[in-house]
């Protein structure tokens, strides 16, 4: 493993807690997804190099790689070292390493990838930096190579307490020059950088009580609940944050029993794009 960039910091810890809310995550999404490639990939056919931008544990890489019987070549990047499993417990065909979207990628891996997938991770880059972040990774899929992106919609909530929750993300992301809705702009970013092929879904995704999967159910309600105490904990030393300290601290017990008792819907958009071949 080589690490080539300085860690950064992810307002969710880096610890056990937060790797289990990413399993669970993980498992809900592909629950209600039903498949981790949306992209017109034959990842089966072996020979393959794909890229997991925010990879986490590797996790979806993991995940991909168990159930494809053909012989690819996984990449997983983050800037949490501390999720990475121990080398040891790597797959033959895997390799994890230190990388931001904010920084530059490595020479020897532009256009080296048949697939980039990332989920969950653009507003990392900031307003900011969010050109040069997806130039970035879309400089790394090979020509006729494919994209994938996942981002979640937090305008769309069905309580009260997720519609607080949805004004305390703009309130944490605009004070941290953070974009919160960049998940309906993706189509069209992929469209102006001259991807072609772009491809676009929707899925509100059953959070608690609105599941009819039980235990995906209790695995959404309990993953969502997490992801809200670390906007509330970051909320907390956020400079500029308009929430007080009271309305934070009622905020996640609020969260938990609106989707224990009645649920809700996490929207998130799927969007993928091939990189034109150019013809000499």
Known sequence: MSVSQEQEKYFMEGNAAEIQRLSFQHEVLKNH?????????????????????ATADGLWLRDLAGNVPADNTYVGTDIMEAYFPPESDWPSNMSLTIQSITKPWPVTWREGFDLVHQRFALPAAGKSGLKDALSGLIGLVKPGGWIQLVEADHSVFTGPAMGELFELVKD????????YDHARDIKTMFQDAGLEQVEERVYDVPLGAKNPDAEMGQKSAHAFTMGAAGIVGAAKSTPGCTFSAARLDALKPSIERELQEQGGVNRVYVVWACKPVVED
Do not use: H, N, Q, T
Request: charged share 15%; proline share 3%.
């Open 172 to 179: 944490v992301f605009g004070a941290m020059d953070v974009g």
């Open 33 to 53: 997804i039903g498949a981790l490639v949306l992209a017109p990939v034959e990842v089966s056919k072996g020979g393959l190099r794909i890229l997991d931008s």
